[in-house]
C-alpha cells in the first residue's frame, strides 16, 4: 500500500507539468532556417580582451550538427603545465579573472564552452539540452588534443557544476586512461538538491519519463537570488551575456533530468575508478529561498553542499589521493564569490595542484 500511495503521489507530481510535456523552445517561433554543419576554425580574437578562441566541429549530434569552442590564453613562460575549465548549467566561460590568476600563476589556461552553451550555441538548439552527459567527453577530448598539440604535458581539468559533474565522471569512465594529472572541482552537481520524496521518487519517475518525451520540459522556479548575487549591477561582482547566462532559467528538458540523473548514479557505481587525484570543494553553507537576500552572498543557494561532502569522499580508487574541503561563505561558484571566499578557493586549488605534482628529476 505504501509503494501504491508514493506512486500515485508521483503521478500527481508528473501530472502538475504534464501541460508542458509537449512543448519546445520558442514553440510559436521554431527555428525554419538551414541546419550547417560548423567546421573547424582558426583561431580568432575572443570576445574576452587577451584571449583567442576557435570552433571545433563535432558532427552531428541528435538535433543536428552541433560544436564546441576552446577558449585560451597562454602565459609567456616556458610551462608545460595548462588547466582546462569546464563551466556549469546555464553558463558558459567568462570570469577572465580566472584565467588570468592561472596565467600570472605559470599555467597555460584553457576553457571549453560546451555544445549548445554560450559560444557554441547555433539557432536551432535549445539552450543547455543533452540527453547523455558523455556526450561532453567529445567536447572535453577536443580541448585537451589542442593542448598537448600546444606542447602541455601536464593538466588539471577542473569543472564547476555540472561541468563539475562531468568531469567527475569522465575520470570515473575513463580510469586509467583518463589522460590528466589531477581533476579539480567546484561545487560539483553530485547529488540533486532536493527533498526525499522528490529524490527516490519524483526525479526517478521523471527521469524514466525522459526516456520516452526526450524534449518534454518543465518550468523551473523564477528565482533571482542565485543571478543577483552575481551581477554587478545588483549585489555582486561580475559582468556576463545574460542571454547566454540567463537571469531565470529556461525550462529544462526530461532527457536532462535523466542526463544527470544517470550520470550522478554511475559515477557511484565507478567511483573506485578514478584514478587521479581529485579535489571536491563546496561551499561552507546552504541557503535556502528564492528571491535575493543578502544572506544569498554566503553559502550555496543551488546545490546542497553537505551532499557534496558525503559523495565526495568516497570517491576515487587512492582516498589519500582525493581531497574534500568546505570554503567558507563561498558561493555556489567559488570562483565567483565575495573576495576572502574567492582568494580561499584559489588558495586551495593552487595548493591541490602543487601537493600532487611530482618533484622534477
Known amino acids: 500500500m505504501r509503494k501504491f500511495i508514493l506512486f500515485l503521489m508521483s503521478f500527481f507530481a508528473i501530472g502538475c507539468i504534464a501541460g508542458d510535456f509537449y512543448t519546445t523552445w520558442d514553440w510559436e517561433k521554431p527555428y525554419k532556417g538551414e541546419k550547417f554543419e560548423q567546421k573547424d576554425t582558426a583561431w580568432q580574437p575572443d570576445i574576452l580582451e587577451g584571449y583567442e578562441c576557435r570552433f ?11 560544436r564546441s569552442t576552446i577558449i585560451r590564453k597562454r602565459c609567456n613562460l616556458k610551462s608545460r603545465r595548462g588547466f582546462l575549465y569546464v563551466h556549469g548549467f546555464n553558463d558558459y566561460f567568462f570570469q ?9 600563476s605559470g599555467y597555460h589556461f584553457y576553457a571549453v564552452d560546451l555544445r549548445r552553451y554560450g559560444r557554441s550555441r547555433l539557432p536551432w538548439q535549445y539552450p543547455f539540452n543533452v540527453r547523455n552527459q558523455n556526450e561532453y567527453f567529445a567536447d572535453i577530448d577536443s580541448a585537451l588534443t589542442q593542448m598537448r598539440r600546444d606542447g602541455i604535458e601536464d593538466i ?21 586512461e583518463i589522460g590528466v594529472d589531477r581533476v579539480v572541482t567546484d561545487s560539483p552537481f553530485l547529488a540533486w538538491n532536493f527533498s526525499p520524496f522528490m529524490r527516490k521518487v519524483a526525479i526517478p519517475t521523471v527521469s524514466f519519463f525522459g526516456g520516452l518525451f526526450k524534449n518534454s520540459k518543465i518550468k523551473q522556479s523564477k528565482c533571482d537570488g542565485y543571478a543577483y548575487s552575481l551581477l554587478k549591477e545588483y549585489d555582486g561582482y561580475w559582468t556576463y551575456n545574460t542571454n547566454w547566462k540567463m537571469i531565470y532559467s529556461p525550462p529544462v528538458t526530461m532527457s536532462w533530468i535523466r542526463a544527470i540523473t544517470k550520470a550522478q548514479k554511475r559515477i557511484k557505481k565507478r567511483r573506485e575508478n578514478i584514478c587521479v587525484p581529485l579535489l571536491v570543494m563546496h561551499s561552507s553553507r546552504k541557503i535556502d529561498g528564492c528571491n535575493f537576500t543578502p544572506e544569498f552572498m554566503t553559502g550555496d543557494a543551488v546545490l546542497d553542499p553537505f551532499a557534496i561532502q558525503q559523495i565526495g569522499v568516497t570517491l576515487g580508487r587512492d582516498k589519500d589521493r582525493t581531497v574534500v574541503c568546505a570554503i567558507d561563505s563561498g558561493l555556489h561558484d567559488l570562483i565567483l564569490s565575495r573576495p576572502r571566499p574567492r582568494e580561499a578557493a584559489y588558495d586551495t586549488i593552487f595548493k591541490f595542484i602543487r601537493t600532487f605534482t611530482p618533484d622534477p628529476d
Open 96 to 104: 577572465s579573472e580566472m584565467g588570468d590568476r592561472f596565467v600570472d
Open 156 to 176: 588539471t581539468l577542473g569543472g564547476h557544476s555540472t561541468g563539475g559533474l562531468t568531469v567527475t565522471l569522465y575520470a570515473a569512465e575513463k580510469g586509467s
Open 56 to 66: 571545433v566541429n563535432q558532427g552531428e549530434a541528435f538535433d543536428g550538427p552541433c
